[in-house]
């Protein structure tokens, strides 16, 4: 079976230091990986989006960067941070069959506060 | 461009009773339509998703949704809500092919009182 695992759980930063929150999964060769934020009470809002080890598509420009270094690995980072980047970070995987829509299955999140 | 609308951000139910909530979407041509739900403080679990074909999508938990096209609305029902119910739901559309991008409501929080 496949699992996700995203870390940390949660993070407290002050604004300006810098961040990375990861995420690996298990028992899934090549999957498409994702990464979702949800400001505190509100939707989900894409991010970024990988198909393959090396190469990141930006959805959404929220002063944020993503790396994929493994096949099993997605990386959320940025060098400052700002107010606006508190909230829930989601990764998530899904198939990567192509062709008709995926199942986008979640992680646990990771919680940002940013003082 | 794809969208979905969730009119009713809470909703409270009482322990017991039937359960709709409602989603519309936008979506140029068939539609690929998903329901997740939210514990608090966790990440989102998927409750059943409607690929083209039989209207009615039975998941877990004896949740179902019902497409219709011609209302462009994908509602989610219960017969009998459990206090462990006690959520908040996302209805989402997708576009297909490479890097799928799943387009969320703003959610439904419900309440389940006893």
């Known amino acids: 079976a496949q699992t996700i695992h995203q870390w940390p759980v949660a993070e407290i930063k002050a604004v300006g230091s810098p961040l990375s929150l990861g995420c690996t999964i298990k028992?899934?060769?090549?999957?498409?990986l994702y990464w979702y934020w949800q400001a505190t009470g509100g939707t989900l809002q894409q991010l970024f989006y990988?198909?393959?080890?090396?190469?990141v598509e930006s959805v959404v420009q929220l002063n944020l960067s993503a790396s994929r270094p493994k096949d099993d690995q997605f990386i959320l980072s940025t060098e400052k941070l700002l107010l606006s980047h508190s909230g829930f970070y989601l990764c998530a995987w899904s198939l990567g069959l192509g062709g008709g829509a995926e199942t986008l299955y979640f992680g646990s999140g990771t919680r940002l506060t940013v003082l | 461009a794809q969208s979905v609308t969730q009119p009713d951000a809470r909703v409270t139910v009482s322990e017991g009773a039937s359960l709709q909530l409602r989603c519309k979407y936008s979506y140029f041509g068939t539609p690929y339509l998903f329901w997740y739900v939210q514990y608090p403080r966790q990440g989102l679990q998927l409750l059943l998703k409607y690929y083209p074909g039989d209207p009615v999508v039975q998941g877990v938990n004896g949740f179902e949704a019902e497409f219709s096209k011609s209302n462009s609305s994908f509602h989610l029902r219960k017969a009998s809500v459990h206090w462990s119910d006690w959520a908040v739901y996302f209805c989402a559309v997708s576009s297909q092919g490479t890097g799928s991008k799943l387009s969320f409501g703003k959610g439904a929080k419900l309440t389940v009182s006893p």
């Open positions: 028992g899934k060769s090549s999957p498409n």
């Open positions: 990988s198909i393959t080890v090396g190469q």
